[in-house]
């Protein structure tokens, strides 16, 4: 089975590294020539909308993303021609954060308080319905944290809207949410779904900086029948996660991801088949694995720069992933994930590897340790 992926990045490479095993083979279309899961199979340099080279990848069994911001014409292309999975309408469904909300409260789950902002007065007027803190964010093409200002008092709207006006936007309230977690499913074509225990996510600066599963809480439940209801409802096949807001008055949704995700990486050493192979047998309508954790985990993302290995693969139960990008700021180049057999000794890891992380990011682990109970 050959399949071809919109995007050469990292999720793109993890989901080959995970599949050469099981005999498939890769194409990717990136407009980057450098695109790291090149190494892995063969790599399609174009853009996006370039017909030629959605012909070319129109050859494979399958086609998938591994960045949801494809435009909407080039998979119609691919559909048109060959199993597009997970279909255009449910990318559609997570590139804009207006529609995203609409339609987790369609399904009935709670969102932090929005309005949609176009212009000036707009702008005022949303604030006035929602009031401060608030954060507003391009309702297209954000990730990361980009694209997002928070407003926490009348001065920062000049500034914001300097930054951010003149396109789509949409305001949020801000929420002062106990927790961040993400839940990841994976369904197939035949409506089967499985999902990964609940992970607790910790950003730093808008990015994601850890991911521990299982999460320190029992939201397990809840979490799985909101993931349950939007798959269900797009009748999604692969993986696909939802970022939650975790509050005492219960869960929020943030946004969705309609592709395998950074906060269940750990699920590679940590659960008993990982999101990316799991994502790969819906595609290929192959019975799905299981998703039971193999014992607790801690995932740290390398951002900007991949730090000296030696001292981290030192520590027992660590596993090193360098996803062979060049160094920039801001830029997810890698990742380790720590696992245990049991709390306590994951525990006992997270403060070995405390000892060797850089500064800020000792005090952010530390910190989740610490809440962690
Ligand atoms: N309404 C909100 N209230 C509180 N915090 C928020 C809110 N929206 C975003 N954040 C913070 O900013 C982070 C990034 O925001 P969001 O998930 O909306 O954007 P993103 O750029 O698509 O992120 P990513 O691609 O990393 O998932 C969130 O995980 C959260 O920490
Ligand atoms: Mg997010």
Known sequence: MHIGILG??????????????????????????????GQLGHLVTADWADAC?????????????????????????????TEVRPCAAALAAAQDRLEEKRLFTAL????????????????????????????????????????????????????????????????????????????TAVRSAQGQLRCYPLSRTVHHQGILQFA????????QHQAESMVRALADHLDYVGCLTLELFVTDQGLLANEFAPRVHNSAHWTIEGA????????????????????????????????????EPATFMAIDGLAWHDYAKSARAGRKVGH?????????????????????????????????MASSG
């Not at 989901?15 to 450098?34: I, K, V, W």
């Not at 070319?56 to 119609?76: H, K, Q, Y």
């Open 53 to 81: 080279a959605l012909d070319r990848l129109a050859g494979c069994d399958r086609i998938t993303c591994d960045f949801e911001n494809v435009p909407a014409d080039s998979l119609a292309r691919l559909a048109a021609a």
């Open 108 to 183: 009935g789950m709670d969102v932090p308080n929005f309005a949609a902002v176009d212009t000036r007065p707009d702008l005022l007027a949303a604030i006035e319905q929602i009031g401060l803190p608030a954060v507003l964010k391009t309702r297209r093409f954000g990730y990361d944290g980009k694209g997002q200002a928070v407003l926490r008092t009348q001065e920062d709207l000049e500034p914001a809207w300097q930054r951010l006006g003149g396109q789509p936007l949409i305001l949020e309230a801000l929420i002062e949410f106990r927790f961040e977690a993400a839940i």
């Open 8 to 37: 050469a990045g990292q999720l793109a490479r993890m989901m080959a590294l995970a599949g050469l095993p099981m005999g498939l083979e890769f194409s990717f279309l990136d407009p980057n020539p450098d695109a790291c899961a």
């Open 272 to 307: 008993e088949t990982s999101q990316f192979e799991n994502h790969l047998r819906a595609l290929c309508d192959w019975p799905l694995g299981s998703t039971t954790l193999r014992g607790p985990a801690l995932m740290v993302n390398w951002i900007g720069q991949m730090p």
């Open 212 to 219: 521990q599963a299982p999460a320190p809480f029992d939201r």
């Open 336 to 368: 380790a994930t720590l696992t245990a057999n049991h709390t306590a000794e994951l525990a006992a890891r997270c403060e070995r590897l405390t000892t060797v992380l850089p500064d800020q990011l000792k005090t952010c682990l530390a910190s989740m």
